[in-house]
């Protein structure tokens, strides 16, 4: 009973999911990477379906894109602690550490 229980959900997905088999012919170039998306792993009759293909994700990209949004994010924190520095909402103490 317990079994058909957890078999139930396993069922539902799968029918969602659609027929899923291997592709063993050329790969289609007409279909973006970005679009392709795959939340199967396994196939109808129970194989484990190969890995999907890996896109690199270089340093040269990961730089420029995380650059530009730090440098702005810094630009915004800064103008925006002067702000209210400016209307004496923050003002940050001195600490006299002479002792």
């Known amino acids: 009973m317990a079994s058909a229980i957890l078999r139930l959900p396993l069922r539902l997905f799968t ?3 659609g027929v899923v088999s291997r592709n063993t012919g050329s790969k289609t ?10 939340t199967a792993v396994s196939s109808s009759s ?3 379906l190969p890995k999907p293909d890996k896109t ?3 340093l ?3 730089t420029a ?19 209210l520095e400016e209307h004496d909402i923050f003002v940050p103490e001195d600490d006299d550490d002479d002792d």
């Open 60 to 62: 040269i990209r990961m």
């Open 29 to 38: 170039p007409n279909i973006s990477k970005t679009t392709q998306s795959r």
């Open 46 to 48: 129970g194989a484990v």
């Open 65 to 83: 894109v995380v650059v530009p949004f730090l440098y702005v994010g810094t630009l915004i924190s800064k103008n925006f602690a002067a702000l």
């Open 56 to 58: 690199p994700f270089g």
């Open 15 to 17: 029918r969602n999911a």
